[in-house]
């Protein structure tokens, strides 16, 4: 029997509402056992059976939470998620793939695409509520009032924008917090297990090499054409924020 008290009011995502999850799955097995499950633990489920309902369903009523499932009839989870990320009203919509690939690849072309983070069938109930607890806590959490800046870098945590030389970057949730940590402790080299521990938290198990996904995804985002990269890689040791070779 699953703990009581990884209920999402439990977790503090919200007290107001039971957060709402798309289940986007065209197994009706997996659906109901993963329908079943959630609505246990105190989350309200909407369900979707292939990648163009899905994207009308997020379209009708916005969920706290997307749980995807890569193989979809008529347009593909990667697919579903490249356009949750392009619509500037979900840019930051919490998307979790749920994928039967256990190619390092496969995960990490998941990941490129802009989902949050993934988990392979078959999975653990309890593995998939912890990190949906946790990007719940990510998307949820009280803005944090002030800013930061670092080179030509400046960040509106109150407003959750960021500016490079003048020009709005878009960031994901995951790369927002990870830019926000390393801004905050400038030219200090993180290992990748320090950077996980931080900005996915302790309390889920996430393989480091999605540390390497995200700050691509973050190079991608902040550096132009001729823009110094910020981004620096330490060989061996990790990454940090720095305008000078380490």
Known sequence: MM???????????????????????????????????????????DEAGDGQEALTRIAENTPDLVLLDWML?????????????????????PVIMVTARTEDQDAVRGLNTGADDYITKPFNMDALLAR????????????VKGRLAFHDITMDLAAHRVQRNGRAVHLGP??????????????????????LDAVWGPDIHVEPRTVDVHIRRLRKSINGDTELDLVRTVRAAGYALDTEPI
């Open 73 to 93: 009839p008529v347009m593909s989870g990667i697919e579903v998620c490249r356009q949750i990320r392009r619509r500037p009203n979900t840019r930051d919509l």
């Open 3 to 45: 703990d009581a008290d990884i209920s999402p009011a439990a977790e503090g995502t919200t007290s107001l509402a039971k957060p709402l999850v798309l289940v986007v799955e065209d197994e009706a097995a997996i659906v109901t056992v993963l329908r079943y499950n959630l609505e246990k633990q105190g989350f309200r489920v």
């Open 174 to 195: 995951t790369e927002f917090r990870l830019l926000e940590f390393l801004m905050q402790h400038p030219r200090r080299v993180f290992s990748r297990e320090e950077l």
């Open 132 to 143: 949906m607890r946790a990007l719940l806590r990510r998307s949820n959490a009280v803005p």
